[in-house]
């Protein structure tokens, strides 16, 4: 089945503790992205990346990294520099272009303790 | 950039009855998709409808570019048709890169 996986579905990390979440997908898209939703928010754009070893700021970019080394992966560290990063992390993809529909993954709930 | 607003915020009804979602957004779109986020989080693609109408079994959309408008209609409602229901846009700007920005929601709440 083609899908977008993310792992793991939680995780707890202590303050000052830098934490990468995974983001998977066999659709062959080029296109990919990371959101975040805050409780009772709409989602917004961290980081996207159009093609393998390349990727661009989002909106809310600061205090976040990440990587495009392979077309099937981009996967999202949240550094200790991010404020409030208790948040559920969306990862998205689709085809390149301005008229394909975005796909969604299950989702990773971080909780800082 | 582009404003997104959805209404109305919260919506509760009894099983059986219908009801009419908006989406109203500033500026021209190349991409609007309706998603249901069921309790677990997960997003579940509705509609992909930039314009027209489109209809898939209870749900139907229609989008009104032109006027900036999208509407989905949910009849008949199920108690798992409860959750959030949200509109997101892609701006037709050169620099949105697939960026989708999103509503704040509709909460909409099925009762037996």
């Known amino acids: 089945d083609g899908g977008i996986t993310q792992s793991p579905k939680y995780l707890f990390r202590k303050e000052g503790q830098n934490v990468t979440l995974s983001c998977e997908q066999n659709?062959?898209?080029?296109?990919m992205y990371w959101y975040r939703q805050d409780p009772g928010q709409g989602l917004r754009l961290i980081y996207y990346s159009q093609i393998v070893n390349d990727f661009q700021k989002g909106d809310i970019a600061e205090g976040y990294s990440v990587s495009r080394e392979k077309k099937e992966s981009f996967p999202l560290t949240v550094t200790s520099a991010q404020k409030n990063p208790t948040a559920f992390y969306l990862c998205a993809s689709k085809k390149t272009g301005p008229y394909n529909e975005q796909f969604f993954g299950p989702g990773t709930r971080l909780t800082v303790l | 950039g582009i404003q997104v607003e959805q209404s109305p915020p919260d919506l509760i009804l009894q099983e059986g009855a219908n009801s009419t979602l908006r989406c109203n957004f500033s500026?021209?779109?190349?991409?609007l998709q309706w998603f249901h986020q069921n309790p677990w989080g997960q997003l579940i693609n509705l509609f992909y409808i930039p314009s027209g109408t489109k209809q898939n079994g209870r749900l139907s959309a229609t989008t009104v570019a032109t006027e900036r408008y999208s509407l989905l209609y949910i009849s008949s409602s199920q108690t798992t048709d409860s959750g959030v229901y949200f509109c997101a846009v892609q701006d037709a700007g050169g620099t949105s890169y697939g960026k989708l920005t999103f509503g704040q929601g509709t909460i909409l709440t099925v009762h037996p």
């Open positions: 659709l062959n898209h080029d296109a």
């Open positions: 500026d021209s779109v190349n991409n």
